[in-house]
């Protein structure tokens, strides 16, 4: 038991109650209950937009033991509501580490719970499915915060995109650092002295994903989720990046309107996750909410006889049934559930991926897909150099 741990009380929405110890800060937070299976990453998982709205349950065992450092982080701050451990630790070791996870916790004002049986939980969240709970050191008995979680809105209809994307435009310029560069021969692809210009619709963009954009060559401007087509066509982009986010996807009716004009334009277009999501709804198809989700570094997703091993974070899935056939394939499937993973367009240069292929942490098996991209806005510069215009045809 961590000194001075306080107690605390995790209860679902169905009525289960779990009592615990706190180790991250005092008070009351409700959110959706999901889990983890990642055996490492939860400062990269803590701070993942993604999660904004969740409560985590880490299925890993043994959490906080190399503590936390400013250089694995998602995003500026974390964006779970809460956090559910078996054992933890206060004494990290590693030597990157520059603060333990509860102070970590405690500085951002996000509770959490140890101490309870997550296997129990996990195997419930898998039965049942996710649902919102609430961790509270203030509040012990169990029917008052049961009430107020079963007054909290569901994930389903929920839009949270709008409390993680930029306010303002940036442009992005960091790379994979080279201490951590797995494939040195894809940096700094360039076509001549002019980088390819990408766009990047921020609807709680990882900045890893952003480090292997600038790592592929790219000059990085990322704008609000908000922001219309005309405004990001005035960038004269090579390529349009639809990014992850939290939340229901088809919520999202800005950032799915602006994805639709912009298939007119016929850039390339890259989608991962919510993005992957933004891009299918554009395309008219629809989504829908799975029962548990999948969270975790070891998703196998493919086709045919082609497996990657895939990082995924993602309650919402593409329904299958309402794809155009004429129009989009499927490219790979979630090989646990045989759930949409991956959508190309048959004629316009429009792909995505409903798992994370900057794979950070986790393995690198689908690191290719931003060679792709590149290509794809590669073939799209020198077509555009190749056309005439119909003011020189014409004369």
């Not at 908000?226 to 005035?234: D, S």
């Not at 390339?268 to 799975?290: D, E, N, R, V, Y």
């Not at 998703?299 to 974070?313: D, F, K, R, Y």
Request: net charge negative; charged share 15%.
């Amino acid at each position: 038991m961590l000194p001075a741990a306080k107690p605390a009380l995790l209860v679902l929405a169905d009525g289960t109650t779990y009592r615990g110890w706190s180790f991250g800060a005092a008070g009351t937070t409700i959110g959706e209950v999901v889990f983890n299976t990642g055996m490492t990453g939860y400062q990269e998982v803590l701070t993942d937009p993604s999660y904004r709205g969740q409560i985590v349950t880490f299925t890993y065992p043994e959490l906080g033991n190399t503590g936390v450092n400013t250089e694995d982080e998602e995003s500026h701050q974390p964006h779970i509501r809460g956090a559910i451990a078996r054992n933890i630790s206060s004494r990290p070791s590693n030597w990157r580490s520059t603060q333990s996870l509860p102070d970590y916790l405690k500085q951002h004002h996000i509770p959490a719970i140890y101490g309870i049986d997550t296997r129990a939980l996990t195997r419930k969240i898998r039965s049942v499915g996710a649902m919102n709970g609430g961790i509270s050191t203030a509040i012990l008995d169990p029917s008052e915060l049961i009430a107020r979680v079963q007054a909290a809105p569901s994930m389903s209809g929920l839009n949270l995109v709008q409390e993680v994307t930029t306010r303002e435009s940036y442009e992005w310029f960091e790379s994979t650092p080279s201490c951590w560069e797995f494939n040195p021969a894809t940096q700094l692809q360039q076509l001549g002295d002019d980088s390819l210009m990408v766009v990047a619709i921020d609807f709680g963009v990882k900045r890893n994903i952003l480090r292997r954009l600038a790592s592929y060559g790219c000059r990085v401007m990322v704008v609000p989720a908000n922001t219309p087509a005309a405004e990001i066509l005035k960038y004269d982009p090579d390529g349009i990046f639809l990014s992850n986010g939290p939340g229901d996807p088809a919520t999202v009716t800005e950032g799915i309107a602006t994805t639709r004009a912009l298939l007119s334009s016929q850039k390339p277009m890259f989608g991962i996750c919510m993005g992957h999501q933004i891009l299918g709804l554009s395309l008219g198809a629809a989504t829908f909410k799975l029962k548990f989700g999948h969270r975790g570094l070891n998703q196998p997703a493919g086709l045919e006889q082609h497996v990657e091993i895939t990082s995924q974070n993602h309650g919402f899935a593409i329904d299958p049934a309402s794809l155009n056939e004429a129009e989009v394939e499927i490219t790979h499937l979630n090989l646990n559930d045989q759930t949409v993973a991956g959508l190309r367009h048959k004629s316009l240069p429009l792909f995505s991926v409903q798992y994370h292929p900057e794979a950070s942490p986790g393995p690198h098996d689908a690191d290719y897909l931003f060679g792709q991209f590149l290509q794809a806005m590669v073939a799209y510069r020198q077509q555009r150099k190749t056309v005439i215009p119909l003011s020189e045809s014409a004369l």
